[in-house]
């Protein structure tokens, strides 16, 4: 998708609120990629940032307390292992996010992708007894914002720009798990609040311990649905 800058003001998504459109005019926004790696890594070693997860939280294969067995926490090392892992999967495109800007500093980040890079979503002991089964192709998990920065509004923009970059990919069911219970405290704010996302039309699901299940369907953009119709009146392949 390509960047918003200050004058992306009216979002497919609907209008925006006086508040909100002056906060977006003074953000910019940037797909986690290869080239923005640095800003990610400047952001998370940053005040408020968290270098310890690196946002792998959800993205393991397998549970912390294995990996961590395998390492001196005492010296960083599983911090410096999350680290490389992540990079790892930013250079191999299987990890995304929205970088927000100030200027030229990262001030903000909101970690989404398709559902299969967070399987540790789908081994959660709640969210397995679902029935039936979700039907989620996108999923929301993480928000970091900067020290000065917070308060703002600037993970609520992050997730606006989150849900058209998923839009422009064809959009389809999201899902987000906001932490309620009191045992995350401050740490809960790192997955958003329920208030955040409905302001964004999701729905509540279903309580999954300390955390809410929330959905919502993503409509494609108006322009892939164009290109859509034009290759079926054409006789062409569906996305």
């Not at 990262?106 to 992708?113: F, N």
């Not at 997730?159 to 740490?187: C, D, F």
């Amino acid at each position: 998708m390509a960047a918003p800058r200050g004058g992306y003001f009216r979002l497919e998504s609907g209008y925006i609120s006086a508040t909100f459109r002056l906060l977006m005019a003074a953000l910019t926004f940037r797909e986690l990629t290869p080239e923005t790696w640095p800003d990610f890594e400047r952001l998370f070693r940053g005040p408020g940032g968290n270098d310890q997860c690196w946002c792998m939280y959800y993205r393991r294969e397998q549970s912390a307390e294995k990996e961590i067995a395998a390492f001196d926490i005492k010296k960083g090392g599983f911090h410096e292992h999350n680290r490389r892992r992540i990079e790892a999967l930013v250079h191999e495109g299987r990890a995304h996010g929205i970088l927000a800007y100030s200027g030229n500093e990262p001030v903000g980040w909101c970690a989404y992708g398709r559902k299969e890079e967070f399987p540790r979503v789908d081994r959660g002991r709640a969210y397995r007894k679902l029935s039936p089964p979700p039907e989620v192709v996108w999923r929301i998990v993480c928000f970091v914002v900067a020290v000065g920065h917070r308060r703002k509004g600037v993970a609520a923009a992050a997730l606006r720009v989150a849900l058209e970059s998923i839009r422009s990919q064809g959009g389809g069911p999201v899902e987000a798990y906001p932490v309620t219970g009191p045992r995350w405290g401050a740490g809960s704010l790192w997955f958003g609040t329920v208030a955040m996302f409905e302001r964004e039309g999701f729905q509540k699901v279903t309580e999954l311990g300390t955390s809410v299940l929330v959905r919502k369907l993503v409509r494609p953009s108006r322009a892939r649905s164009a290109r859509r119709a034009t290759r079926n009146r054409g006789g062409g392949a569906h996305d």
